[in-house]
């Protein structure tokens, strides 16, 4: 079988929590799905304690950015638009690079040199 990320969607996760929920055995799930034992119990408990809204999807985060630099024009708002996301971009960059300085500093011994 395929081992790279596959799509389930909601309503076929619910269909296999349901029939595993009514007693058919994971085994027997997994043979006519191909979705391990495990993906079904851990959707079982989703379905367990947040009912069918927790079988739904996560979006994923992308590329804030790409949605504007496919554009050929864009009007000024959306420049505006595409201008913060830069630069809380670069913003996050700066903050990373102080946590990294900032740890680099406690390493050498806080950074004062003693004579």
Not at 23 to 40: A, M
Not at 70 to 99: D, F, G, N, P, S
Request: proline residues 3%.
């Amino acid at each position: 079988m395929d081992k790279g990320y596959t799509f389930h969607s909601k309503e076929e996760k619910l269909r296999i929590v349901k029939r595993y929920l009514a007693g058919e055995s994971p085994k027997r799930l997994y043979e006519e799905t191909g979705i391990s034992d495990g993906n079904i119990r851990k959707w079982k408990r989703q379905y367990q304690a947040g009912g069918e809204s927790a079988l739904e999807n996560k979006k994923k985060p992308g590329n804030p950015l790409t949605k504007y630099e496919r554009c050929k024009e864009l009007t000024r708002e959306e420049q505006l638009e595409y201008q913060v996301e830069l630069l809380k971009r670069e913003l996050m960059k700066k903050e990373a690079e102080v946590v990294r300085l900032k740890k680099s500093i406690e390493l050498e011994g806080g950074g004062i040199r003693r004579k």
